[in-house]
T-cell receptor, first 113, second 108 residues
């Protein structure tokens, strides 16, 4: 079974600085997807970024980027120029092709003014 | 506007009652999913459906049932067999898992 581990239950960062959230996963699959989701206090789950395992290039979305290390089974999220609105729970997730999504326990990020 | 909706936002149930949570999407997605989230935890998969009239159990399907009679709809029934149903329930659709706003179920 696939497992996803987020080793940082809580993190904080000063506004405008950069923070990196860690995620590791365990799988024997070769083809899969990895995701980072943001869950603000409203509890709406918002897709931040997605990475296909067959792509070597790291995904980026504006201030959000990932460091995908397939051999190490690592998928960290870097948030640049942190904003107060980035304060939320962040979940790393793993999915085999089109089914069986697995989520980590989450990292609570607080951006301080 | 395309999107995914869940209703109701809050639901209260007496012990021994079955309740049904609604999930509707107009994104033309084949795949739909139900998750449960407990306080301070990540999401756990209850059921998923890749196509109409077909669905599979996730990790915690016991005490739950689903149907997928239409592409747009994937209702979840929480039965009286579910021992601890108080939780936040999230529905999602599509490979990228677009999520609805969630339903907070409380057993009185």
């Amino acid at each position: 079974a696939q497992t996803v581990t987020q080793s940082q239950p809580e993190m904080s960062v000063q506004e405008a600085e950069t923070v990196t959230l860690s995620c590791t996963y365990d799988t024997s699959e070769n083809n899969y997807y990895l995701f980072w989701y943001k869950q603000p206090p409203s509890r709406q789950m918002i897709l931040v970024i997605r990475q296909e395992a067959y792509k070597q290039q790291n995904a980026t979305e504006n201030r959000f980027s990932v460091n995908f290390q397939k051999a190490a089974k690592s998928f960290s999220l870097k948030i640049s120029d942190s904003q107060l609105g980035d304060t939320a729970m962040y979940f790393c997730a793993f999915m085999k092709r089109y089914n069986d999504m697995r989520f980590g326990a989450g990292t609570r990020l607080t951006v301080k003014p | 506007d395309g999107g995914i909706t869940q209703s109701p936002k809050y639901l209260f149930r007496k012990e021994g009652q079955n309740v049904t949570l609604s999930c509707e999407q107009n994104l033309n997605h084949d795949a739909m999913y139900w998750y449960r989230q407990d306080p301070g935890q990540g999401l756990r998969l209850i059921y998923y459906s890749q196509i109409v009239n077909d669905f599979q159990k996730g990790d915690i399907a016991e005490g739950y049932s689903v149907s997928r009679e239409k592409k747009e709809s994937f209702p979840l029934t929480v039965t009286s067999a579910q021992k601890n149903p108080t939780a936040f329930y999230l529905c999602a659709s599509g490979v990228e898992q677009f999520f609805g706003p969630g339903t907070r179920l409380t057993v009185l």
